[in-house]
């Protein structure tokens, strides 16, 4: 190993984003995604991104279809954002019933674009990630999946800033959402930002008029 | 005479295309381990040991109580159809001649559970199979009331014993106190359960201030049993409980562990908690004491099933820990 390469390996070893929560508190636990690839949770899927997560399961027949539609919206807003700077996740809370198969025709039958992952693992594993992202600190609700597909977690890992955002919120609502959870941007592109919105928002008045 | 019962109970060869294979939802099968069956016309029961590499050794036992012998009488391999929800077992000889059969056959399983398989010969009556053990298995629920501001201790306990050694593993919230410059302190802690607070609780003070629910389960209630509580107790240790409230994770830790005994059978009557006002508990109680009166829930309903003192001691000899006598190993 020549000395640059060490000098990196150094470097990079161990090294994770300094406001992140790390993985003590996120876990590294092993999730198998719907490609059937196992992932490590923090240190695959959160360390240092943008991570948009949500809860479903397969076979539900309630919100989850129309979430996951709903975010599909999102993905196409986003466009190439998602899996290059943008990660998507949906995690199962039926992983007795959710293999990476399952997961894969659910995310198949919804056209869901690469960059997605569809995720499910030990069920004892998911429910500790699951309280980790959300929880209402009453067990009878904690417990009752159906009370879980609602809301849409965003975490910036590599400044440490959590928000959220209902799922079946307008897409472009939650893309807002999204870009919340981003680094704050230089003043002279925000106003330029500001600008834009208030020209949509004035234009979609004009409409409704 | 022998060898007559040995063909018979290894002849199953039945394929009925009716007969179906059940156990309970959620109930998965483990065949590893020693099985009795008793063949119909078979004047003592055959020994089947199966083992987790495939292969599954016929035995014979001689002599009786602690003092027995075994004798290996054949063996062979299997295999399940469907390793935790098994429909068929096939058996292959390891070899020809002597007792053993040669060649394949697939036994059909019309029904099973944690401890017992029946399976079916064509032309037969059906043959029953049950899972042999040495030890004894128990899961105990165990709380003091204590004051209304931090409760008492509460927690489960598996044990394993085979009456000479006990292996006791311990999960719960239990309280400190220290002397500090600004006075007492209380610290809850969630996790293992220090043996001074455990070994209060092996003997049943059934008082208004101790409750507990002392049950005797299965090999498999009690693996899975003891899977929840190292799950529970790697979480403390990894610190990823489920809440910052220490009650909260105590008490669904053993309301899981009340569930998880009837996964494959309605065997211990349960009180739902609903977290809602139409819990009687939820409702009325501390949540500090929450954890004592659902265990006292626990037990009036399953009074039937409480494993008394005098038969818990006799079996596991635990009734001296308070004079400072040992658990026995881990």
């Given at each position: 190993?020549?000395?640059r ?13 300094a406001?992140?929560?790390g ?7 092993v ?9 490590r949770?923090?240190d ?10 949500n ?7 309630g ?6 539609s ?6 196409q807003?986003?466009?190439n954002r998602?899996?290059r ?11 007795e ?5 399952a ?28 309280f980790?992202l ?5 067990p ?5 999946v159906?009370q ?10 590599t400044?440490n800033r959590?928000?959220m ?9 939650i893309?807002?959402a999204?870009?919340?959870?981003e680094?704050?941007?230089?003043y002279?592109v925000?106003?330029?930002e500001n ?13 409704q008029? | 005479?022998k ?20 156990g309970?939802k ?18 003592k ?8 590499n ?13 003092k ?21 077992i ?5 070899g ?11 036994v059909?399983?019309?029904e099973?559970d ?8 064509h ?5 029953r ?6 030890y ?17 201790p509460s ?9 000479r ?8 919230v239990y309280?400190t106190?220290?002397q500090?410059?600004a006075?007492p302190r ?10 001074e ?6 003997s ?19 693996e899975r049993s003891?899977?929840?509580?190292q799950?529970w107790?790697?979480r ?11 009650y ?23 009180y ?6 139409d819990?009687h ?6 949540l500090t004491q929450v ?35 040992a658990?026995?190993?881990?």
């Amino acid at each position: 190993m020549n000395r640059r390469n060490l000098f990196a390996k150094i470097a990079s070893g161990g090294s994770r984003p300094a406001a992140s929560l790390g993985p003590e508190y996120y876990t590294n636990f092993v999730l198998r995604t719907h490609e059937n690839k196992p992932v490590r949770f923090y240190d695959d899927l959160i360390k240092g991104k943008l991570a948009v997560i949500n809860f479903m399961y397969a076979s539900c027949q309630g919100a989850c279809p129309m979430t996951t539609s709903n975010l599909l919206k999102v993905q196409q807003t986003l466009k190439n954002r998602v899996g290059r700077d943008v990660f998507m996740y949906s995690i199962t809370l039926k992983p007795e019933q959710d293999d990476p198969r399952a997961l894969k025709e659910y995310a198949e039958m919804h056209g869901v674009k690469p960059g997605w992952l569809f995720l499910t693992g030990d069920p004892f594993e998911l429910t500790t990630i699951r309280f980790k992202l959300f929880r209402w600190d009453n067990p009878g609700l904690d417990f009752d999946v159906n009370q879980h597909t609602g809301m849409v977690r965003i975490i910036n890992d590599t400044i440490n800033r959590w928000t959220m955002c209902p799922t079946l919120a307008q897409p472009r609502q939650i893309v807002d959402a999204i870009s919340w959870a981003e680094p704050t941007k230089p003043y002279k592109v925000r106003l330029q930002e500001n600008v834009a919105a208030q020209a949509r928002i004035d234009r979609e008045s004009q409409r409704q008029r | 005479m022998k060898t007559a019962i040995f063909l018979i109970s290894w002849t199953f060869i039945f394929l009925v295309a009716n007969a179906t294979a059940f156990g309970q939802k959620g109930c998965e099968f483990n065949i590893i381990g020693m099985w009795e069956s008793a063949s119909p016309g078979e004047s003592k029961p055959t020994l089947y040991r199966f083992e987790p590499n495939g292969t599954v050794k016929v035995l014979s036992r001689s002599g009786s109580g602690q003092k027995f012998q075994e004798q290996e009488i054949a063996r062979a391999t299997y295999k399940l159809d469907s390793p935790k929800a098994p429909k068929t077992i096939e058996f292959t000889s390891a070899g020809g001649g002597g007792i053993l059969a040669k060649g394949t056959t697939s036994v059909e399983i019309i029904e099973y559970d944690d401890a017992k398989l029946t399976a079916i010969k064509h032309g037969s009556e059906p043959i029953r199979w049950v899972k042999v053990d040495p030890y004894r298995y128990f899961v105990v629920f165990a709380a003091r009331l204590g004051s209304l501001r931090y409760g008492g201790p509460s927690f489960a306990m598996t044990i394993k014993t085979d009456g000479r050694q006990n292996r006791i593993n311990t999960f719960g919230v239990y309280f400190t106190e220290t002397q500090t410059i600004a006075g007492p302190r209380t610290d809850k802690i969630v996790g293992a359960i220090p043996d001074e607070i455990r070994n209060e609780f092996m003997s049943d003070a059934n008082t208004g201030s101790d409750t507990m629910l002392r049950l005797e389960v299965t090999p498999a209630e009690f693996e899975r049993s003891l899977r929840l509580l190292q799950g529970w107790d790697g979480r403390a240790r990894g610190h990823h409980l489920l809440y910052e409230v220490p009650y909260l994770n105590n008490i669904v830790f053993l309301e899981e562990l009340a569930k998880g005994l009837n996964n494959c059978s309605e065997r211990v009557r349960l009180y739902k908690l609903t977290w809602d006002v139409d819990d009687h508990i939820i409702a009325e109680q501390n949540l500090t004491q929450v954890a004592f009166y659902y265990i006292k829930e626990l037990r009036q309903l399953n009074e039937s099933l409480h494993v008394k003192d005098d038969k818990f001691h006799e079996i596991t000899g635990l009734n001296n820990l308070r004079r400072g006598g040992a658990a026995g190993g881990q």
